[in-house]
């Protein structure tokens, strides 16, 4: 069965930087955003870099504004191969390509942020024409907020996370 992306995108005024993931995940009951299972560490670990609840869609909106950070993910349908969130199991892959140029053509990007090794891989291979149009986007593989990446652990994520996306403007 095809899927299409749930989500779309968030795109808040004057976007800086943009976050890509893979796919949404299959929501679960209380979770509609991206990242949307309990078992993702994505939200708890922003929570902690940002000292801030991140309870509802609507907080976490404020958050990315704030940050000047939008968000969509890489491939905009597929399906699974398995019945299982696990990026390894998608397959007939449509790229979300008109979206991450428009996003990438309205807004002065400064840094594109994957959420994983697999993000950044895929981006690399499938817009390498729209990489080359612009040259002065820095590319920036996170490790991803996954469980299953468990090669560092969530304090190490969070450290990373810290060191690499982008700081809160005080004025916000």
């Keep these: 069965m095809i899927e299409t992306h749930p989500y779309g995108s968030f795109v808040p005024p004057n976007t800086n930087f943009l976050f890509l993931g893979t796919f ?50 890489i491939i905009l349908s597929c399906e699974r191969s398995q019945n299982s969130n696990a990026d390894t199991n998608l397959i007939n892959i449509t790229y979300n390509r008109e979206v991450i140029s428009r996003i990438l053509k309205r807004n002065k990007i400064e840094k594109i942020f994957f959420s994983s090794k697999l993000a950044g891989h895929l981006f690399k291979r499938e817009f390498k024409s729209t990489i080359g149009k612009y040259p002065t986007v820095q590319l920036v593989t996170l490790p991803s907020p996954s469980p299953r990446y468990a090669l560092i652990t969530k304090t190490e994520k969070i450290d990373k996370y810290k060191e690499l996306l982008p700081k809160l403007l005080q004025s916000a």
């Design 24 to 73: 949404a995940a299959k929501p679960e009951p209380g979770y509609d955003w991206f990242f949307g299972t309990k078992r993702s560490q994505f939200w708890p670990i922003l929570e902690i870099v940002y000292g801030t609840k991140l309870d509802t869609t609507e907080e976490k909106k404020k958050l990315f504004k704030k940050l000047q950070l939008a968000i969509t993910d």
